[in-house]
């Protein structure tokens, strides 16, 4: 069973940056979809950025100029760093994964078939 767990969270004011952290584990690391998406009060489940496990990276339309997503496969840790952060990215925020060796194609919520427990980000004006 994967499990994947949320970190790094908070409250920061517009324009600061965040870094968010996502451990894997219950699973073989490599060959895996691991993305972030996010929830806001405005939108529903929106993908923000990806990568599979042992390759490359990955970004929803216009998510890239502020998002950076990378991993570290010591720590089986996906990060996902955000600046000049505004108060719409005001959400929680989520690592999901594909079912192994299913690629990084697609931003539908209901192609990812584990969730982590999310990660609160409030960015307050």
């Known amino acids: 069973q994967v499990q994947l767990v949320e970190s790094g969270g908070g409250s920061v004011q517009a324009g600061g940056s965040l870094n968010l952290s996502c451990a894997v584990s219950?699973?073989?690391?490599?060959?895996?979809?691991v993305a972030w998406f996010r929830q806001t009060s405005e939108k529903e489940r929106e993908g923000i950025a990806a990568?599979?496990?042992?390759?490359?990276?990955y970004y929803a339309d216009s998510m890239k100029a502020r998002f950076a997503v990378s991993e570290d496969a010591a720590k089986r840790t996906i990060y996902l760093q955000m600046n000049n952060l505004k108060s719409e990215d005001t959400g929680m925020y989520y690592c999901?994964?594909?079912?192994?060796?299913?690629?990084?194609?697609?931003?539908?919520?209901?192609?990812?078939?584990?969730w982590g427990q999310g990660t609160q980000v409030t960015v307050s004006s």
């Open positions: 999901a994964t594909r079912d192994h060796y299913f690629g990084c194609i697609t931003w539908r919520a209901a192609a990812f078939t584990n």
């Open positions: 219950g699973t073989d690391y490599d060959a895996h979809c």
């Open positions: 990568v599979y496990t042992g390759g490359g990276t």
